[in-house]
Structures are given as C-alpha cells and as structure tokens.
C-alpha cells in the first residue's frame, strides 16, 4: 500500500487540556461571608446603642466617709542591735609615674 502524495512528511499534533468550568461553585463561600457580617454588623450595632449594658443613674451624688477610727496595731518588734564593724584601714592609692621627659 502506497501513502498518499498530498500528506506531509511530519504530522505535529497539539493537546489543549480545558479545565472543566466551575460554575456556581464559590457560592456557599459568599453566604458564610456574607452570614459573617451580618452577626459583626449586629453586635456593632448592640455594643454602639448601650443596648446590653446597665443603665447609667441620672444623679451622680456619692458620700463616701473618710475620717473612721484608725484600729490599732500592734507594736513593730525590736530590731536586735547590729555588732560593731572591725577597724578597716582605708584604700591606698597607687601614685602616678613621673612624666617622662620630652
């Protein structure tokens, strides 16, 4: 069997790989944030509006008594006497060597 004249010598060939197409996959994603901010934007709105919090009175008058009796309490104890040091003969000195002559 003979080949036909019209084919050519070299046959290049190329694969394209296609991934496949992920419609609608990234979906769940945009609820579970957008879920997220919903429960942010609701307790920014609580913690903003002093909504959990006790109510503030409207007077702030406080006496607070300060002059009580001071209790009374026992006596430090005695510190014993310290020994006296023994005779220390003060730090001498080395003296400087002579400039030398120039």
Not at 5 to 19: A, C, F, L, M
Not at 34 to 40: R, T
Not at 43 to 48: E, F, N, S, T
Not at 56 to 72: G, H, M, Q, R, Y
């Amino acid at each position: 069997m003979s080949e036909p004249e019209d084919r050519p010598e070299v046959v290049h060939q190329t694969t394209i790989n296609n991934p496949p197409s992920r419609s609608g996959g990234s979906g769940w994603i945009a609820f579970l944030v957008g879920g997220l901010l919903v429960v942010v934007a609701i307790i920014a709105v609580v913690m903003w509006t002093n909504g959990g919090s006790v109510p503030k009175p409207d007077t702030s008058d406080v006496n607070v008594d300060i002059n009580l009796p001071k209790p009374d309490l026992p006596a430090p104890p005695k510190m014993p006497d310290l020994p006296t040091p023994p005779p220390v003969e003060p730090p001498t000195l080395p003296q400087p060597n002579p400039a030398p002559p120039n």
